[in-house]
């Protein structure tokens, strides 16, 4: 949640960005806007909300993340993610099938090989370097961001780091990024693609530099504060700032 205003949810309490079940539609009419993560999930909130929606996309920042490539950082896959069902079945079936995944994350240890775990986190400073420089980064969203239609904040990231993802295929990612993410459909594919794009620098390579450009040109920190500053600048939002609600809220999901 976005917050502007009084009586705002708390980012840190159960509605955060992978339980858009869980938040009510009393807490949205709380606000005098709401901004959500894809069109599928404003189109199902148009219907049921008495207050305006709109779609902010996910975004990233181009001072904490930017093409910084290191060898001391290069991995043939990188997975970067607690262990979860949707993370868990992405990463276990490569390393299953013989492809080298260094994992970063927590609660792995008994499900995959210890070999295989690098660490337990990665630090903001670090981890543009280890996105840009990963020869695949691999991503998967989980089943409420599927079904919301939103993206995962990590295809902005690993693009602004002219990094290279391989993610699931799923609604809306090939219109929002056309021609800048490599998806897979299933468990099978997926094998299929981590084999063929690490035989492959060069489209790589390619596709990598055009999810940079598309990052760049639509979805910066910057074009989000423009979206928002015309809904601020109303007249209706500046007096609920006053009193004891209203504001506006952003959902999304990863």
């Known amino acids: 949640v ?3 205003g ?3 949810a708390d980012p840190s309490g159960p509605h955060g960005e992978s339980h858009l079940d869980e938040v009510s539609l009393h807490e949205y009419e709380a606000y005098d806007h709401v901004l959500v993560a894809s069109e599928k999930r404003a189109e199902q909130l148009r219907g049921k909300c008495d207050v305006p929606v709109e779609v902010m996309l996910r975004f990233s920042d181009p001072s904490r993340f930017f093409p910084d490539r290191s060898l001391a950082y290069e991995k043939d896959v990188l997975f970067f ?8 079945e ?3 079936a490569c390393i299953e099938n013989d492809i080298d995944v260094s994992v970063y994350g927590t609660l792995w240890e008994g499900i995959i090989p210890e070999s295989h775990i690098r660490g337990q986190s990665i630090s903001q400073r670090e981890l543009r370097r280890y996105y840009a420089s990963a020869k695949i980064v691999l991503n998967g969203h989980s089943p409420s961001t599927r079904e919301s239609g939103s993206v995962s904040n990590c295809v902005c990231d690993v693009g602004m780091a002219r990094g290279f ?3 699931d ?6 219109e929002v990024f056309p021609g800048g993410v490599a998806t897979y459909a299933d468990g099978e594919d997926r094998k299929a693609k981590c084999e063929y794009y690490l035989r492959h620098p060069d489209e790589r390579a390619r596709i990598a530099e055009r999810l940079h450009h598309l990052v760049m040109e639509h979805h910066t920190l910057d074009h989000r504060i423009r979206q928002i500053e015309p809904l601020l600048c109303n007249g209706r939002l500046e007096q609920a700032s006053s009193n004891d609600g209203g504001g506006v809220a952003w959902h999304a999901s990863d």
């Open 2 to 4: 976005w917050p502007s």
């Open 6 to 8: 009084l009586g705002c």
């Open 81 to 88: 993610g607690n262990s979860g069902p949707h993370c868990r």
């Open 90 to 92: 992405a990463a276990k």
């Open 165 to 167: 993802l391989l993610t």
């Open 169 to 174: 295929g799923r609604y809306g990612i090939d």
